[in-house]
């Protein structure tokens, strides 16, 4: 019997400045998916609705950062979708995992 540690990362960020405005996001990731020694976690979403549009975002983040005292995050890095003729870039860490454990999983 192997168990796996599936689990899912919480998220809050705030885009880069375009056009004099902001947009906010948040969300959680997808369960952990192996890569090579690490893993990763794909994301997307919706941003807040600002100044009368909203732009997608979608990515993968980097590989797991151990956290001082325990868990680990990850990086997210990217740009939103291009909605009235803008977009805007975003970069910040996932939440510990510690503090969002999904479930647990045993693979027969």
């Not at 056009?19 to 994301?43: A, F, L």
């Amino acid at each position: 019997m192997v168990s796996s540690d599936y689990h899912i990362h919480s998220f809050g960020a705030r885009t880069s400045c375009a056009n004099g405005h902001i947009h906010w996001m948040c969300g959680v990731t997808g369960p952990s998916v192996s890569m090579g020694p690490s893993h990763v976690h794909y994301y997307d979403g919706i941003t807040s609705f600002d100044q009368g549009h909203v732009h997608c975002f979608r990515g993968c983040t980097g590989p797991s950062i151990p956290y001082p005292g325990g868990g680990h995050v990850h990086s997210m890095n990217g740009c939103t979708s291009i909605d009235h003729y803008h977009s805007h870039h975003y970069g910040s860490y996932t939440g510990n995992e510690e503090s969002s454990r999904l479930f647990q999983s045993k693979v027969l």
